[in-house]
């Protein structure tokens, strides 16, 4: 069972859009997936029509008492199951501070079989929870909109596993791209220099990936002629390739 992280310390850089067309794309290339909302804001839980709500509660799953058959919800997509966010999801971080690193490997045992791809979308925060993620996951997929700040946010995250002597794959990507803009070009032409592990497709700033708040949707489920929804196709299949 492999595990990727949708990560940024940084909010509003089109995170959990990216989980959900990303643990859509796996799906649908044959992959048995489970998507993990770990956000409390719960937008991939909103996102793919399921009820922020874990059965017997986060505290009882992090410690291994509640069964994952109660928690883990179907989604619309054939091969996509949620384990979705609750708002006690915000305890997790307490939880998880005086258990072991990988502690979220651990709790996701049972159901390793399972799946071939748990995917997770995780708050913006650097935090025991996130500590866990890093030391967790196969890799952490990290959107970058193509500013400053953002850049910024992922030297500071860098900078905190070197600080923390934590090995753990990082690839970028560049989303809400737009080239129209002179600093979005800028950016993207120098980002592989800085980041050369970075994914090098981009997803584009569209209206189609705006519509997923109404179409509770992957984008390639309504609008799959769109740019973004074929950028999407070509970076998970850039991520399936380096998985293997």
Known sequence: MRMLALYSIKGGVGKTASA???????????????????????????????????????????????????????????GLDLLPAALASREMDALLASRGASHLRQILKPVRNDYDLVILDCPPSLSHLSENIFSSVDALLVPVVPTVLSLRT??????????????CTVWPFITLADRRRNLHREVMDGFHERWPLR????????SAVERMGLERAPVRDYAPRTAAARAYTALWREIDQRLH
Do not use: C, M
């Open 20 to 78: 959900v067309n990303l643990a859509a794309e796996a799906a649908r290339a044959g992959y048995r997936v489970l998507l993990w909302d770990l956000d409390p804001q719960a937008a991939t839980s909103f996102y793919l029509r399921v009820k922020p709500k874990v059965r017997g509660g986060v505290e009882r799953l992090v410690k291994g008492k509640a069964s994952f058959d109660k928690a883990i919800r179907a989604t619309q997509v054939e």
């Open 154 to 167: 992922l030297d500071q995250l860098q900078d905190f596993l070197d600080d923390h002597d934590i090995a």
């Open 199 to 206: 994914l090098s497709t981009a997803i584009p700033s569209a």
